[in-house]
């Protein structure tokens, strides 16, 4: 069984134009870091010119579907009926994305059959990483 899964959805940029440009972004979820989700922005729709990541946990995605979640730089809404607003906060400024709500809770259902909510802490592997930190001095 994979301990990987990634899903491409259809995210929405929120700019100043009236149109909103369709952009191909991928939710990513890894067994082995079992309270993360990730989504990457492809180079071409990023300012930099660069592929763009960010990192945040699970739980947040879980909540930010249903209520407003998550404070500092990433925050989710819900926005009518069927879309989410995810807002990433940097430096350089914030990018606020729709995605539809369906897809999110579909990539959501994907990653509690891999790892039910609750049983996170039964994927960590402490022992490498704590070995990992320390260098292999122990």
Do not use: K, N
């Amino acid at each position: 069984m994979s301990t990987v899964i990634e899903q491409v959805v259809e995210a929405r940029l929120v700019a100043a134009v009236p149109r909103m440009p369709t952009i191909p972004a991928t939710l990513h979820y890894d067994r082995r870091d079992p309270f993360a989700v990730r989504i990457t922005f492809p180079a071409p729709a990023t300012l930099e010119g660069v592929e763009v990541c960010w990192m945040f946990a699970r739980e947040l995605l879980d909540t930010g579907i249903d209520r407003p979640a998550g404070q500092g730089d990433v925050t989710l809404r819900p926005y009518g009926y069927d879309r989410t607003v995810l807002e990433f906060h940097a430096r350089e400024g914030t990018a606020v994305v729709h995605v539809r709500t369906g897809e999110l809770r579909r990539f959501l259902a994907r990653t509690v059959a891999l790892v039910p909510t609750g049983d996170e802490h039964l994927y960590l592997d402490l022992d490498h990483d704590l070995a990992e930190l320390m260098g292999g001095a122990c």
